[in-house]
């Protein structure tokens, strides 16, 4: 079992390093956003899996769950006003 959660934990420092790749490489920041909600997207379930085969469902397993589904809305929504307003701020320059 720990050689599962050091595959998917080794997944998700790929994804995010991925991620820091693809935001270096982009120029315009609508793009850069979407990195951004990559790596919250990827890591957080890699890490996720990562806790469900290393514990089951324990009670840190499910915080770590729970913390994710958080971070996963509030990433989303997050990343939606930033890009709203970076096309607004376009708009009126």
């Given amino acids: 079992m720990s050689a599962v959660v050091g595959v998917l934990l080794a997944l998700t420092v790929l994804a995010a390093w991925l991620g ?3 935001f270096m490489r982009l120029r315009d920041p609508l793009d850069r956003v979407h990195c951004v909600a990559f790596v919250n997207a990827v890591a ?5 899996l990562a806790a469900f085969c290393a514990d089951g469902f324990s009670d840190r397993a499910l915080k770590i769950l729970a ?3 958080v971070n996963l809305l509030a ?3 997050i990343s939606h006003v930033t890009g709203r307003a ?3 701020r376009g ?3």
Wanted: aromatic share 4%.
């Fill in 20 to 22: 820091v790749a693809g």
């Fill in 44 to 48: 957080g379930a890699g890490l996720t």
């Fill in 67 to 69: 913390i994710f589904m």
């Fill in 75 to 77: 990433g989303a929504a």
């Fill in 86 to 88: 970076i096309t607004q």
């Fill in 91 to 93: 708009e009126s320059a």
